[in-house]
């Protein structure tokens, strides 16, 4: 399923141009720019969290400016990489780094980042996107254990109402404290 989101999530990556990175995100505190570095830097630390390794969650590295135009490039094979890493044998049981949550759990993590935060890139740039087949209802129930936590971390926004015959995506977004019909404009 996270090589299922990496890919579905790749197209609307290599679509961002340029003149698109200093957009606003339905993620309030990220323009299009910072929430890729975010979304590239999760990626490469979720490798480390697969192996058992501790993560610095401190900083967010400038991966754009580090790659200049290949990074989108860079991002494919980080997150080829990512999904080697929660592919070994081990790497979603017991609990992990520093975080010390069940790895699974973890590994959903990435799974929801991958998929939401590729929603979020893609309304702000205008561009077409649709999550992997299976993520969203995995998705929904991660959200659904995880939203006291992730909002007393201020990861999630308070939920928003979901209007009757609301697709599994628009439910999942609104149970993050997205509004699934934002626009920048």
């Known amino acids: ?15 961002v141009r340029d003149d698109q990175l200093g957009l606003p995100t339905p993620c309030a505190e990220y323009d299009v720019r910072a929430l890729l570095n975010h979304l590239f830097h999760v990626v490469v630390a979720f490798q480390a969290l697969a192996a058992k390794k501790d993560v610095d969650f401190s900083t967010t590295p400038d991966r754009l400016g580090d790659y200049g135009a290949q990074w989108p490039d860079r991002f494919a094979q980080e997150a080829a990489r990512l999904v080697e890493a929660w592919a070994v044998p081990g ?7 520093g975080m010390k ?3 699974r759990t973890v590994g959903a993590m990435v ?11 893609a309304r702000a ?45 628009d ?15």
């Open 171 to 185: 439910a999942l977004l609104a149970g993050t404290g997205r509004d699934p019909h934002w626009t920048a404009g």
């Open 91 to 97: 790497a979603e049981d017991g609990p992990t780094g």
């Open 111 to 121: 799974l929801l980042d991958l998929t939401v935060h590729a929603w979020d890139v």
């Open 1 to 15: 399923m996270l090589d299922a989101a990496a890919q579905a999530a790749l197209p609307v990556l290599r679509g």
């Open 125 to 169: 740039a205008g561009l077409p996107y649709t999550p992997a087949p299976g993520c969203v209802a995995e998705l929904r129930t991660l959200v659904a254990q995880m939203a006291p936590t992730a909002r007393k971390m201020n990861v999630f926004a308070e939920p928003l109402p979901v209007p009757p015959g609301a697709s599994a995506l």
């Open 101 to 103: 949550l069940p790895a």
